[in-house]
Nanobody, 127 residues
Framework: VQLQASGGGPVQTGGSLRLSCAAS????????MAWFRQTPEKEREFVAG????????YYADSVKGRFTISRDNAKNMVYLRMNSLKPEDTAVYYC?????????????????????WGRGTLVTVSS
């Protein structure tokens, strides 16, 4: 499975961006998909995750109410809509996918439970 994230870029405080992540290869084997982010000062952190069935969704407290994760299983895509962006949202955003859960309801929130990672897309929020 290969993951390719896109959609990052510069944006002003209060602005919006939509990140996309395309899965290829053995994408049909994927269950949960998620977004993580990382800055040079911090370890990679969970942002949002959604189960294959779509019935389980989690968000980090810092993004609740501002970010929305969605996915299109038919297209093997996951998206992250980011509204009301803040300078502290500046980071490299990574999409992740897992198959080890073998569950259509699972949406892990820790990076070691994910099997595949994209290369990341940089989001820079200026004040």
């Amino acid at each position: 499975v290969q993951l390719q994230a896109s959609g990052g870029g510069p944006v002003q405080t209060g602005g919006s961006l939509r990140l996309s992540c395309a899965a290829s290869g053995d994408a049909q084997s994927i269950f949960a998909m998620a977004w993580f982010r990382q800055t040079p000062e911090k370890e990679r952190e969970f942002v949002a995750g959604k189960s294959w069935r779509g019935d389980t969704t989690y968000y980090a407290d810092s993004v609740k109410g501002r970010f929305t994760i969605s996915r299109d299983n038919a297209k093997n895509m996951v998206y992250l809509r980011m509204n009301s962006l803040k300078p502290e949202d500046t980071a490299v955003y990574y999409c992740a996918a897992e198959q080890r859960s073998n569950s259509v309801h699972a949406a892990p929130r820790v990076e070691y439970e994910y099997d595949y990672w994209g290369r990341g897309t940089l989001v820079t929020v200026s004040s």
